[in-house]
């Protein structure tokens, strides 16, 4: 288990992490919210909180028959 557990704490130092989950530096434009990559996700996959999201896509044969 704590392979596992090394293996995504490794994961979220990646840049692909801070991409997905939108950790950018900077400040918000005035107007509407822009729509965000993993929103788009979670809606075309019909799931409605990011925990459940991420626990989905951690089992990968749940995440690919959900998408199936």
Known sequence: MAD???HVEAWRRTAYSIIIEGMIKGTR???RPRTRYISKIMQYAG???????????NDREKW???LL
């Open 4 to 6: 596992d557990r090394t």
């Open 29 to 31: 434009s005035r107007g």
């Open 47 to 57: 799931i409605t909180s990011y925990r459940e999201l991420k626990n989905m896509v």
């Open 64 to 66: 690919r028959s959900h």
